[in-house]
């Protein structure tokens, strides 16, 4: 939020753009609109938006489309999480230790980037926060009162983030098999209902599935609508998107994509190396059996979605209160450490909160944070706004990965975000750049749409360097093509510099 009011919001264009789209038009859950996604304005759903219409209501309810009112949003809804997780944390670890794994939960590298970034990750979080809590209290006390609200966060959890659902699933399951915190003389499940809690927790999986394959198939359907899409988001008409989620036995069996997840596991969640000291002995003592299974879980997650996790750095996040509440069992031994060495038990929590803060200096350090403080985006939407005209519908490409259109709803512009130069087998219903402007009868209907100006942008200065900095690299910066074709070549230039060509469409 600090950086908002400095003009340097947290954003993912993919979520914040919606929000915008809602902002100034009706609020309709199931017709989100990615900006620039597509040609012709189609709505293009990915989970359910209800982060987004949230944060569009506020831009509406206050007049303003500060970006600052997103990061608000997200805040508060992730600060709905800590409830449950400090009482799942209570009830399996203990108060004191609860207390330092709320503590350290809130240090996590990745919660202190990711909780108030304008994108739904950190309400997807709380989201399955909550439907583990819920599933935690009919495991242990056999009530149906619970059933309502486990399945509604159960369907709330499958639509926003699969993967965060099936982690938070599976803990439920191994909760329950391995019969953990369920006292028989008081969790109301007699010897004659044993399978009572299993036929609620299958019936809530079962409507969360149903749930998610009506959702998948209006995503399908809105898919079908589209035309020139960025990219096509049916699985059965996109290798592409298929790798994308699950990866391949080829990728799996690959050590460097797993070495590189476990460098990001680390660093996400712990921040300095060092402080895996706080997480191995919890996890070779006997107990802490809930954080356990929830780490468990989440392995056997990333073992189905493996690119999607292990590529990401937002998916760590399912590991994020688990390891927090192991760190937080180990911290809570050392009190008695703090007591004996330090004459003021402020002067041990002053110590300790030392180290917590450069540990997640280090874990932000380590995930890139510079890369969200680019001031490119800004100044490229910019010059796009001074050259352009508010009627003008741009086609755009960037070298650097656009699935939200950023500089279109910074720019105040409408236009199509194509995805790559050249089309490729991986995409068989997405054209390139360079087809879509040597066919006539595309750059016909492009034109019948609205299009006439081309807008080719290179990468970020700052992501490049951020990328050559990494050990061994030898790659270049990528600009924008220097030649398309002899027509297009033609074309009248508008504005040309290293970093931006903006051509009219004649």
């Not at 009919?138 to 369907?155: D, S, Y």
């Not at 079908?224 to 290798?239: G, M, V």
């Not at 990866?247 to 797993?258: F, I, M, Q, S, V």
Request: charged share 15%.
């Amino acid at each position: 939020m600090g950086n908002a009011l400095l003009g340097k919001s947290f954003i993912r264009a993919s979520h914040l753009g919606p929000a915008l789209e809602y902002a100034h038009g009706p609020i309709n859950l199931l017709r989100p609109l990615i900006v620039g996604f597509n040609a012709t304005g189609t709505p293009t759903a990915l989970e359910f938006p209800l982060w987004q219409a949230t944060a569009g209501l506020i831009f509406k309810l206050t007049g303003s489309t500060w970006y600052g009112w997103a990061n608000l949003v997200s805040l508060v809804l992730f600060g709905t999480a800590l409830w449950p997780f400090f009482q799942l944390a209570r009830r399996y670890l203990g108060e004191r230790a609860a207390w330092w794994a709320t503590v350290f939960f809130l240090s996590e590298p990745l919660i202190v980037v990711m909780a108030g970034e304008a994108a739904t990750d950190g309400f997807c979080l709380a989201v399955s926060l909550w439907f583990l809590f819920f599933a935690d209290k009919m495991i242990r006390t056999g009530k149906a009162v619970w059933w309502l609200p486990m399945v509604l966060f159960a369907v709330l959890s499958a639509v926003s983030k699969l993967p965060f659902f099936m982690a938070a699933g599976l803990c439920s399951i191994f909760m329950l098999r391995s019969g953990a915190g369920v006292s028989p003389a008081s969790s109301g499940v007699s010897p004659a209902n044993p399978l009572r809690p299993w036929l609620w927790l299958a019936t809530a999986g079962a409507v969360a599935a149903a749930a998610l394959g009506a959702w998948t198939h209006h995503t399908n359907s809105l898919a079908a609508q589209a035309e020139y899409p960025y990219l096509d988001l049916r699985l059965s008409h996109s290798p592409f998107l298929a790798f994308w989620f699950f990866g391949d036995l080829h990728y799996r069996l690959t050590p460097g994509p797993w070495i590189k997840g476990v460098w990001r596991f680390l660093h996400a969640t712990l921040g300095a190396l060092p402080m895996v000291a706080l997480l191995v002995p919890a996890l070779i003592r006997r107990g802490h059996r809930l954080p356990k299974l929830w780490l468990l879980a989440t392995f056997l997650t990333t073992l189905v979605f493996t690119h999607l996790v292990l590529a990401h750095w937002h998916y760590y996040l399912m590991c994020c209160p688990s390891v927090a509440m192991l760190c937080g069992a180990t911290l809570v031994r050392f009190e008695d450490f703090w007591r004996r060495e330090f004459s003021s038990r402020l002067c041990g929590l002053a110590l300790a909160g030392l180290v917590l803060f450069f540990s997640t200096i280090d874990g932000m350090v380590a995930m890139k944070i510079a890369i969200d403080y680019d001031y490119f985006p800004k100044e490229i939407s910019a010059l796009i706004r001074q050259h352009t005209q508010p009627l003008d519908k741009l086609i755009i490409y960037t070298c650097d990965p656009d699935w939200g259109g950023e500089d279109l709803f910074r720019s105040g512009r409408k236009g199509l975000s194509v995805m790559n130069l050249q089309s490729s087998p991986d995409h068989p219903t997405v054209r390139g750049l360079f087809d879509l402007l040597a066919s006539p009868s595309d750059l016909r209907r492009l034109k019948e749409l609205g299009y006439n100006r081309l807008v080719l942008v290179s990468e970020s200065p700052v992501r490049f360097a951020v990328e050559a900095a990494n050990p061994g690299s030898k790659r270049q910066r990528r600009y924008s093509p220097p030649t398309i074709s002899p027509i297009v070549d033609s074309w009248p230039v508008i504005f040309r510099s290293e970093d931006l060509l903006i051509k009219e469409i004649p």
